[in-house]
């Protein structure tokens, strides 16, 4: 579950043609965004990604989700200081969108 403002779930999947999918759907469940595994970042990647350029103590969530109507996963984390952090990573490309620090 992510929320930031609205709540949206992300889940891993299947297509009707067997395909590895993430989906984001909304709370009410009237909005779902479908995104090709293959064509996304994906989990382990983002943790990745995080891991590299943050160096944390501990990561301790990744959630999919929409921040300005782009997919994103939130990736929280501890910082080397013991302080709160969050990263939004475009599902696209990883770069990033948003970024919290020491909380």
Known sequence: MYNRGKVFYGVEG???KNKEVYAIISENGKKI???SKNKVIDQLKARQ????ERNPKK?????LGMYHNKPVWEVTYYNQNNKLCYDLLSLKDGH???SIQNI
Do not use: C, H, R
């Open 14 to 16: 299947l297509d009707a």
């Open 33 to 35: 965004s479908i995104y």
């Open 49 to 52: 990604l995080v891991q590299q």
């Open 59 to 63: 990561i301790t969530k990744l959630a």
């Open 96 to 98: 990033v969108m948003q």
